[in-house]
């Protein structure tokens, strides 16, 4: 049983900054390919950005340029960094783990309002 913990969330103005961080237990991390997905209210569940056990990232259209997905094998933990937030990067934010299985997180709430 892989356990996911996001954190990092919360509130900030437009054109500000947030880091997410996903720390996980219970799995073989470095193997595994991690992503991070949104969605918003009413809204189906998006693919922001994933990196597999390699290193190599991919990134949704609308985030390249702005947000950062990166990865630490000896914290177990997966980070995204979110800079020039808009409101439509409103959304919680889920962390999700690929390798044998697939695991999700509980979600972070991202609110980018003035």
């Known amino acids: 049983q892989v356990q996911l913990v996001e954190s990092g969330g919360g509130l900030v103005q437009p054109g500000g900054s947030l880091r997410l961080s996903c720390a996980a237990s219970g799995s073989i991390f470095s193997r595994s390919a991690m992503g991070w997905y949104r969605q918003a209210p009413g809204q189906q569940r998006d693919l922001v950005a994933t990196i597999t056990s390699a290193g190599s990232t991919n990134y949704a259209d609308s985030v390249k340029g702005r947000f950062t997905i990166s990865r630490d094998n000896a914290k177990n933990t997966v980070y995204l960094q979110m800079n020039s937030l808009r409101p439509e990067d409103t959304a919680v934010y889920y962390c999700?783990?690929?390798?044998?299985?697939?695991?999700w997180g509980q979600g972070t709430q991202v609110t980018v309002s003035s």
């Open positions: 999700n783990y690929r390798y044998t299985r697939t695991y």
